[in-house]
């Protein structure tokens, strides 16, 4: 194994990157890695990446919009200094013994291996993150964790750990190509390439994922109520407690939850819970008992009154209406 080049550091030649794109990921996050990319070439009086797309056998990949990007195949590729690998749904189906095999080849060459959404799952599924700190989309994190124990798994919305490099979905990996930019252009460089997008800047890399998709909507009370609520969908805790361990008063969080979030901490609670059990619901084939205890209801007609109230139909309906979901 070729020792690993530092690609995060100061550098004037185009970072040479392989961008492998697999069957069912989402355009988004395949735009999050190619986009900030080319708006550093286009904002460099030089090239700063030199890319090429690679897929997974000699047909081209078919993005979960039906997009298709052609690419060269991975077991042709010859090297790089980066590796970005953007994976979505199927990860089973992707990761055959070629497919690890040329990962595998290509980190061996001293590249530097990076994963979006369910990129990282087939990097680990490689071996290729044990000893390392890593993170997935926060829908995958447990099974992720149970999976690849010798992976220091963590809910960070991204993750640097020597020259392995993982993002928890398309916003984070934003950040973290930005990350990429900084560390070799400058700060000030990287901040002109987000503002090309009114990108007004990310809050670092380990905030944990939002489950709700508001995280600059909270302050740090809030927030840290937020975060032992999702820690907590299956035994509720009251709001008493919630504010005693915060260090601050009940009549106080609902001041902040109103002020931050225009609701209460309890309705708040409530959503998250219902929020999970509808994934529950649509992604897996959990028993609806089961779905029912896991957030928190003690019985099935509390838990099919609240569904039908916040999703508008029974879950059991839902679950037969349901179709393969597209992505996270």
């Not at 690679?54 to 200094?81: W, Y």
């Not at 260090?247 to 609701?263: A, D, E, H, I, V």
């Not at 019985?299 to 109230?309: L, N, P």
């Amino acid at each position: 194994m070729k020792s690993a080049k530092n690609i995060l550091q100061p550098e004037h030649q185009a970072l040479k990157t392989a961008v492998l794109v697999l069957d069912d990921c989402n355009t988004l996050s395949f735009a999050s890695a190619v986009d900030p990319m080319r708006a550093a070439n286009r904002l460099a009086d030089r090239p700063a990446f030199d890319w090429d797309y690679v897929t997974a056998t000699p047909e081209p990949a078919t993005l979960t919009s039906a997009l298709q990007v052609p690419g060269i195949p991975l077991a042709r590729l010859d090297g790089c200094d980066l590796m970005i690998v953007i994976a979505g749904f199927q990860l089973v189906r992707h990761a055959t013994p070629s497919l690890l095999a040329g990962l595998r080849r290509i980190a061996g060459s001293g590249a530097t291996m990076a994963g979006i959404d369910g990129g990282p799952w087939l990097l680990a599924e490689a071996g290729l993150l044990d000893g390392h700190a890593a993170t997935t989309h926060w829908e995958d994190l447990e099974t992720f964790g149970a999976r690849f124990p010798d992976v220091d798994v963590r809910p960070d919305r991204f993750t640097v750990s020597g020259n392995r490099l993982t993002s928890g979905g398309a916003i984070p990996a934003v950040e973290m190509m930005l990350h990429i930019i900084a560390s070799r252009h400058g700060a000030g460089f990287a901040a002109r390439v987000s503002g090309l997008f009114l990108y007004d800047g990310a809050p670092e890399p380990t905030t944990p994922q939002s489950r709700t998709g508001a995280p600059h909507r909270h302050n740090a009370l809030t927030a840290k109520a937020n975060k032992l609520m999702q820690a907590s969908f299956d035994d509720p805790l009251p709001l008493a407690e919630i504010a005693r361990t915060l260090g601050t008063s009940p009549r106080t969080l609902q001041q902040q939850f109103r002020l931050r979030l225009n609701t209460t901490p309890q309705d708040h609670y409530l959503q998250l819970r219902l929020a999970e059990a509808r994934r529950l619901v649509t992604d897996t084939d959990m028993p609806l008992m089961d779905v029912a205890l896991a957030t928190g209801f003690a019985s099935q007609s509390s838990f099919a009154r609240a569904f039908r109230t916040a999703h508008g139909l029974s879950a059991r309906d839902l679950r037969q209406d349901r179709t393969l979901p597209t992505h996270h």
